[in-house]
C-alpha cells in the first residue's frame, strides 16, 4: 500500500470537503438539531413542566416497567421527573446520536466520486499511479476520518447540554453512562464506516453527488428502526445490546469492503465519464 499517495489524497479531499457548502451545511445543522436543539427543548419542557409530567405518568411507568432489570435498576430512588429526564436524554435520544455518523459518512462519501464528476478531476484521478485498492481506501479514509471528528464534537456537546439542562433536577452530572461510552467509541465508528461503504459504491456508479447522497441514504432505515424500537419498548440500548450492535455493524462493513474491493475497477469508472 502506497500510504504516502493515500495521505495526499485524503488532504486533498479533506480541503475539498471544508470549501464545499453542500458539504459542510449538513454537518453542522444536522448535528446542532439533534444533540443540542432537541435536548435542550426536551430538558426545558421537564424543568419548567414537573407537575404535568408527574400528573400523567402511566405510559411512562409502563414502559419503565417493559425494561430489563438491569435498566431499571437505575431509574431506582430517583423521582418521576428525574426518572424522565435519564430515560429520554439517556436511553430514547441515543439511537439519534447515531444519524451523525452515518449522515457525514454518507455525505463525504457522495462526493467522493460523484463529487469528482461534477468537478470534472475524475479522470486525473483515475490515471494516478494507485492501484484500484490504495484508491478506495483513500477515498474511505476521507469519508471516514472526518464522520468520527464530527460524532465526537457532537458527543461532547450533547454531554455539555445534557448535563446543564438535567442539572437542576438531577444536582449532579449524569451523563454520559456505560452504554454511551460503548456507543461512541464502538458502534459510531462501525456506523460511520456501515454509510460510507454503502455510499462509495453507489457514488463510483452515479453521475452527481444527489444522486450518491439520495442512494446512499437508505443507511439510516436501520438506525429510525432502533428510534422505533425503543419509543415502542422493544428493544433498549442496553450496554450488551449496544456492544452485539457495533459487532453486527462491523461485520457488515467487512463483507462491504471485501465486496468494494472485488467490483471496484478503475476502467468501468474511466467508461462513466
Do not use: C
Amino acid at each position: 500500500m502506497n500510504w504516502r499517495a493515500i495521505r495526499a489524497i485524503v488532504r486533498k479531499d479533506l480541503h475539498v470537503i471544508l470549501r464545499s457548502k453542500m458539504v459542510l451545511i449538513p454537518m453542522i445543522v444536522v448535528p446542532m438539531i439533534f444533540l443540542v436543539l432537541f435536548p435542550a427543548v426536551m430538558g426545558a419542557v421537564i424543568n419548567f413542566a414537573p407537575l404535568s409530567i408527574s400528573s400523567d405518568l402511566e405510559d411512562f411507568d409502563l414502559m419503565l416497567q417493559r425494561m430489563p432489570p438491569t435498566l431499571q435498576a437505575q431509574f431506582d430512588g430517583m423521582e418521576p421527573a428525574q426518572s424522565f429526564l435519564v430515560l429520554m436524554l439517556v436511553y430514547l435520544f441515543a439511537p439519534f446520536f447515531l444519524i451523525i455518523p452515518l449522515m457525514v459518512a454518507s455525505v463525504i462519501a457522495a462526493d467522493s466520486f460523484a463529487g469528482e464528476k461534477e468537478r470534472k478531476t475524475m479522470e486525473a484521478l483515475l490515471y494516478t499511479p494507485l492501484t484500484e485498492r490504495e484508491l478506495l481506501t483513500a477515498k474511505m479514509l476521507s469519508a471516514w476520518i472526518p464522520a468520527l471528528a464530527v460524532s465526537l464534537v457532537s458527543f461532547i456537546l450533547y454531554g455539555v447540554v445534557a448535563n446543564l439542562v438535567g442539572w437542576p433536577l438531577m444536582g449532579r452530572i449524569y451523563f454520559p453512562n456505560t452504554t454511551w461510552l460503548v456507543l461512541v467509541l464502538w458502534v459510531a465508528p462501525a456506523a460511520s464506516g456501515l454509510g460510507l461503504g454503502m455510499t462509495v459504491l453507489v457514488s463510483a456508479r452515479v453521475r452527481t453527488f444527489q444522486e450518491a447522497y439520495q442512494l446512499g441514504a437508505v443507511v439510516v432505515v436501520p438506525v429510525v428502526a432502533l428510534v422505533i424500537g425503543q419509543a415502542a419498548g422493544v428493544i433498549y440500548l442496553s450496554v450488551e445490546f449496544t456492544a452485539l450492535l457495533g459487532l453486527i455493524f462491523w461485520a457488515v462493513n467487512a463483507v462491504l469492503i471485501w465486496f468494494g474491493v472485488r467490483v471496484f475497477q478503475r476502467g468501468e469508472l474511466i467508461t462513466r465519464l
